[in-house]
């Protein structure tokens, strides 16, 4: 993985509470069996119509979207489903970045993975960052993973949020934590020489 | 020091603690896989040359991606879809590389992930468990630790049987009282996840305690658990006491003889301590409760059946109201429209909620001798082949057929609208699933979710019925 420490992009708004995995990537779309083009089913429903044609009034239709790679979206983004499909499609439409008041636990952890930053702010930043998205087509922010500080750009504004500080050691180090796992090697043989299996699938 | 039901099954698992750096390594008991959540984790494995730690910790079924239409002349269930027949085949592939059992299509022991577990007395009290499907929280029924977990970390426990996991807070849900006749499990946890709402358990792990817990079936608490998630907990647990012994016992995989006394010995000693204490605590009253239906897009949006559609007016929190304003549009509901009465095109009774043999009993109990309201599609889809035999047994397929409703195969189905099993757009369905989110049963479909017996009468009536009326 490429290490992530600091960037500054533009950012879009999505001012909608709870969105769902399955609004940022439905269902239909899972069956692949590789991650490639995610990034084109992401919020399928709300950017195409039945006929697929884009929706103009959703935001990733609008030109000023183009190029966009931080997302700022309501409370709660990434409830529902485990789907980690959800984040390699932000990722695969090219977003580094979502910026909420509240993540769920699933979307956040899978986020972390796949060098998705899940940035949690404040009620008033967020509603400051969704006024300047809209009026302004966009804004500019800048995420700096190494300080943990989130700066708006054009809102004089910084604010510290926080992160896990195991993911964000891996994030900017660019190593993945399957790498961590296998290297406690040592202790999991410990613990299953204690303890026998609770449980067989095969009889 | 006393210690909670989840406090146990943690620290038994540990195989290092957290530390300010680190996340816990948690050991996990058993590894459940699908066919859509797992083939990137299993290209990871072959990427970097790695093994399946415990294939015999492992069970894969085939569900979510799976048609539920009719068996051809040879006893298959065709696959028609070229995708769908790739990822099952990919599955088929995997398990045959890495040594991993399979419940492939079809097969007598095939069905839903979260039905298959219990179903085969593999979901223990006391396991560590998980599955890349948020719905594991069913298997805290048993007072398992279950949650669902992404692919990646599907990866992880491949490889090596442990997840690094952050020590998640405790959360009392105690529900007193009981139940009035009608009134579900399901309505319960619905009723829960409206008090609570869809990120009010997050970081949470839920015990759900009190005399209307203790009451419940085993199926019944697996309903509960089931939607732990649509609160946003992780997992939900149910301290094991005689109900689940009894539920587990003799099982295909339960322990036996010797075995088995020391489990249960092991077992009595998982439920909280006296004086042990949680983060947070709520307490409901069961015998309150009304049967309970859901009038937007998230499962926290419900309310008694008895009452109206809410007016976004009334909320304070500007993100609030756009968010419920939008939900109501896509709905099609008027701020203040009564629920009962309203059109119903659909309806599902199935999905790792409510597709066991009590949910199906349930459903037919009302439906026996009455026929479906005209124009009105009803599928009973049962959680698995087991449970589809055990229904037949019992001629349960005879009151549904008869009745006018569909009668089909095992799996997640209309649940999640990827294996054919579809709403069509704007069609109203009353759903016995999970989740009421925008196209979640079919582009452009609309989803009340509420117990079996509410969908079943909403079959027989074709409108969203309050079932105490029916009840004689």
Same mark, same amino acid.
């Given at each position: 993985m490429e290490p992530i420490t600091t960037f500054t992009a533009k950012a879009i708004a999505? &001012?909608?509470?709870?969105?769902?995995t399955d609004q940022i990537i #439905?269902?239909?779309? =899972?069956?692949?069996?590789?991650?490639?083009?995610?990034g084109d089913a992401l919020f399928a429903d709300w950017r195409f119509d039945a006929a697929g044609n #884009?929706? #103009?009034?959703f935001v990733l239709n609008? #030109?000023? !979207? !183009?190029?966009?790679?931080v997302l700022v979206a309501g409370h709660n983004?990434?409830?529902?489903?485990?789907?980690e499909h959800a984040p390699w499609a932000l990722r695969g439409h090219g977003f580094k970045a979502v910026i909420s008041t509240y993540f769920a636990d699933i979307f956040r952890n899978n986020a972390l993975k796949n060098g998705l930053l899940p940035v949690t702010v404040d009620a008033e930043t967020y509603r400051q960052l969704v006024s300047l998205c809209e009026e302004g087509m966009g804004t500019t922010v800048t995420i700096d993973l190494t300080s943990l500080i989130l700066t708006l750009n054009e809102g004089n504004r910084q604010v510290a949020f926080p992160i896990d500080s195991f993911a964000r050691y891996c994030l900017l180090n660019g190593i993945d934590q399957l790498g961590f796992l296998l290297q406690q090697e040592e202790a999991i043989a410990a613990y299953e020489a204690e303890h026998p299996a609770l449980v067989q699938t095969i009889a | 020091m006393p210690q909670t039901l989840f406090e146990k099954v943690w620290n038994a698992h540990l195989v290092r603690p957290e530390s300010d750096e680190t996340p816990a390594v948690l050991a996990i008991d058993l590894h459940l896989i699908h066919e859509v959540t797992s083939p990137q984790a299993f290209t990871l494995l072959r990427e970097r040359g790695?093994?399946?730690?415990h294939p015999e910790r492992t069970l894969a079924t085939m569900d979510h991606n799976t048609p539920t239409t009719p068996r051809d002349a040879n006893g298959v269930i065709p696959v028609t879809d070229p995708q769908a027949r790739a990822q099952l085949s990919q599955l088929e592939q995997n398990c045959a590389e890495f040594g991993i059992p399979l419940y492939a =299509? +079809?097969?007598?022991?095939?069905?839903?992930v979260h039905v298959v577990g219990p179903e085969q007395g593999l979901?223990?009290?006391g396991l560590t468990m998980v599955c890349g499907?948020?719905?594991?929280?069913?298997?805290?029924?048993?007072g398992a630790l279950a949650f669902g977990i992404g692919t990646s970390e599907v990866g992880h426990v491949l490889a090596t049987q442990c997840l690094l996991q952050s020590r998640p807070r405790t959360f009392a849900i105690q529900v007193n009282g009981q139940l009035q006749p009608g009134v579900t499990a399901k309505d319960i946890i619905l009723a829960i996840i409206a008090t609570i709402?869809?990120? +009010?358990?997050?970081g949470y792990v839920v015990e759900y305690t009190g005399e209307a817990i203790r009451a419940l079936s085993m199926e019944e608490r697996m309903t509960i658990c089931n939607m732990s998630i649509e609160g946003g907990a992780r997992a939900g647990m149910i301290a094991p006491d005689d109900t689940t012994i009894e539920y587990v016992a003799?099982? &295909?995989?339960a322990p036996k003889g010797r075995a088995w006394d020391a489990a249960v010995e092991r077992w009595r000693t998982l439920p909280t301590d006296e004086g042990a204490t949680y983060d947070r605590t709520i307490t409901l009253d069961a015998s309150t409760l009304a049967p309970m239906i859901t009038y937007?897009?998230?499962?926290?949006?419900?309310? &008694?059946?008895t009452e109206s559609v809410p007016d976004p007016?009334?909320?304070?929190d500007p993100g609030a109201r756009l968010t419920l304003d939008k939900s109501l549009r896509y709905m099609g509901l008027i701020p203040?429209?009564?629920?009962?009465?309203h059109p119903v095109d659909v309806v599902f009774i199935g999905s790792c909620t409510n597709s066991r043999i009590s949910d199906l009993r349930q459903a037919a109990n009302l439906m026996r001798g009455r026929t479906v309201a005209p124009g009105v599609r009803v599928m009973v889809v049962p959680g698995s082949q087991q449970v589809k035999k055990q229904a037949e047994a019992e001629g349960l397929h005879q009151v549904f057929l008869s009745a006018g409703a569909e009668w089909r195969e095992a799996?997640?189905?209309?649940?999640? +609208?990827?294996?054919?099993d579809q709403l069509k757009p704007r069609q109203y369905a009353v759903s016995t699933s999970n989740r009421n989110f925008e196209?979640?049963?079919? &582009?452009g479909g609309r989803t009340f979710l509420a117990s079996p017996l509410t969908a079943a009468a909403a079959a027989l009536t074709g409108v969203i019925t309050d079932v105490r009326t029916m009840l004689s």
């Open positions: 999505l &001012p909608i509470d709870n969105i769902d #439905p269902a239909r779309f =899972l069956k692949a069996t590789d991650k490639q083009g995610m #884009p929706r #103009p009034d609008h #030109p000023e !979207a !183009a190029g966009a790679e983004f990434g409830c529902g489903s485990s789907r | 790695l093994r399946v730690r =299509l +079809g097969t007598e022991n095939n069905g839903i979901t223990q009290p499907d948020s719905h594991t929280s069913t298997h805290g029924a048993f709402g869809v990120g +009010g358990g997050t003799g099982r &295909p995989f937007g897009t998230n499962p926290g949006m419900g309310i &008694p059946i007016a009334s909320l304070d203040g429209q009564r629920m009962i009465g799996g997640c189905s209309m649940c999640l +609208g990827m294996n054919g196209g979640r049963q079919g &582009p």
